[in-house]
C-alpha cells in the first residue's frame, strides 16, 4: 500500500485490530497509538511490548478470535469510546515532537464494522 493511501486509512480510523503471530517490534502498533487510536490485538512479540501498562490497548492470547470479537463487540456497544491520550516522559522530546506532527485526531466512527464472525 503506498504511504499516501496508508495515511489516508489513518486518517479516516477510530482503532486498529492488529493480528499477527509473531511480530518483532509492531511499528503499525506504535503509529496507532501515537494518533491514539484503541488497539486490539494478539499477544504476540512487540504489540506484548508495547501494550504492557498502556491504556487503550486490549490484547488476547494468539489466535483467541471468540475474545478479540467480544473486545471490539462491546467498544462498538460502548459508543467507540476513542483510547486515551498518550502520555510521554519529559525526555521524550523528540517523539513528543514527532507525534505532534502526525497527530490528527480520530472522527466519530459509525456502526460501519460487522462482527468478525461475518468475515
Do not use: Y
Not at 502498533?29 to 491514539?36: I, L, S, Y
Request: hydrophobic share 50%.
Amino acid at each position: 500500500m503506498p504511504v499516501s493511501e496508508l495515511i489516508a486509512s489513518f486518517d479516516a480510523s477510530a482503532a486498529l485490530v492488529h493480528t499477527p503471530q509473531s511480530e518483532s517490534f509492531g511499528l503499525v502498533v506504535a503509529e496507532a497509538r501515537a494518533r491514539n487510536f484503541k488497539l486490539f490485538g494478539f499477544k504476540t512479540g512487540g504489540v506484548r511490548d508495547i501494550a504492557q501498562g498502556a491504556a487503550g490497548i486490549v490484547i488476547v492470547a494468539p489466535g483467541d478470535w471468540s475474545a478479540l470479537e467480544r473486545e471490539i463487540s462491546a467498544w462498538l456497544a460502548q459508543g467507540c469510546a476513542p483510547a486515551p491520550p498518550l502520555v510521554l516522559r519529559p525526555q521524550d522530546g523528540r517523539l513528543a515532537a514527532k507525534i505532534r506532527q502526525v497527530h490528527r485526531p480520530a472522527p466519530p466512527f459509525g456502526p460501519v464494522l460487522k462482527p468478525l464472525s461475518a468475515w
